[in-house]
C-alpha cells in the first residue's frame, strides 16, 4: 500500500510557527543554509516536516524521531528512524510545485512527482522535447498537448526518483509511457485544471491519497511503453 499526502506550503507552515528548524539533521541543515530564495526555502522546510509526519503515520513513532538526507542531485533519503523501526522497510518520495506538496510511504521503494499545470506553455515544443520523434503525439488539440506533457513528465520524474541512487540517471527520452487498464498498470497520474502528479510503482488499488484544499484528482492509469526501459 501507498500513502499519498497532498498539502499546500502555506498550510504546513501555519502550524509551524514557533517551531524553528532545529529538528532538521546536520545534512537537512547544511543544504538549507545554502538556499537562498525565500520560497525554495519554504518549500524544502514544509517538504521535510510533512515526510516526517507521513512516516510516522505508517511506520509509527513520533515524527521528531526522524532523520533525512538532503542530497543536491539525488532524492532524500531515510538516515534514522525510531529505534523499533527498520529504516530499510520503509521508503518515502518528496515533490513540491508553487505551494503544493506531495509526499508518498511505502514499504518499496516510490516515486512521485506534482506539478501545477495550469500557466499557459508551448506544449508541443515541450511534447517534442521529451519524447523521440517516433513517440511523438499526432496532432492534437492545445488542451490535450497539455494534457500529455504533463502526464508524461510527472511519470518519467516519478520513475526516475525511485531508481536507486547508484544506477545512472536515464535520459528522459528513453522512458515511455502509454496509457492503460487497471489490470495492467504500474503507474498512476492523478489531474485537475490546476495539477497533475503521478506516482510509481502504483495501481489504483494500492494508492491511499490524502488531498486537503484540492479539486478532485482524475486518475488515469499507465505501463511502460514498447521498447521502452523496465
Not at 497532498?6 to 509551524?16: D, P, W
Not at 514557533?18 to 537562498?36: F, K
Request: hydrophobic share 40%; charged share 20%; aromatic share 8%.
Amino acid at each position: 500500500m501507498i500513502s499519498l499526502t497532498l498539502r499546500s506550503v502555506q498550510a504546513v507552515h501555519a502550524g509551524l510557527r514557533g517551531l524553528g528548524v532545529d529538528w532538521l539533521s546536520p545534512a537537512e541543515q547544511g543544504r538549507l543554509s545554502a538556499m537562498t530564495a525565500t520560497r525554495r526555502r519554504a518549500q524544502f522546510i514544509a517538504g521535510h516536516w510533512l515526510a516526517r509526519h507521513c512516516l510516522a503515520a505508517r511506520a509509527g513513532g513520533h515524527w521528531r524521531d526522524y532523520a533525512l538526507s538532503a542530497p543536491d542531485d539525488a532524492a532524500p533519503h531515510i538516515l534514522a528512524m525510531p529505534e523499533r523501526m527498520a529504516s530499510g522497510d520503509w521508503y518515502f518520495s518528496l515533490s513540491h510545485s508553487g505551494d503544493w506538496l506531495a509526499c508518498a510511504v511505502a514499504r518499496h521503494p516510490v516515486g512521485v512527482d506534482v506539478e501545477c499545470s495550469h500557466r499557459p506553455r508551448n506544449f508541443q515544443a515541450l511534447n517534442e522535447w521529451i519524447h523521440e520523434p517516433s513517440d511523438r503525439p499526432a496532432e492534437t488539440t492545445p488542451q490535450e498537448q497539455q494534457a500529455r506533457f504533463y502526464a508524461q513528465w510527472t511519470l518519467k520524474e516519478a520513475w526516475i526518483k525511485q531508481v536507486p541512487p547508484s544506477m545512472p540517471r536515464p535520459r528522459m527520452k528513453s522512458i515511455r509511457f502509454a496509457a492503460c487498464d487497471a489490470a495492467n498498470s504500474v503507474a498512476v497520474v492523478g489531474q485537475n485544471p490546476a495539477l497533475t502528479l503521478a506516482v510509481y510503482p502504483a495501481t489504483p488499488a494500492s494508492l491511499q491519497c490524502e488531498e486537503a484544499g484540492l479539486p478532485p484528482l482524475e486518475w488515469t492509469c499507465w505501463n511502460h511503453a514498447a521498447d521502452s526501459l523496465p
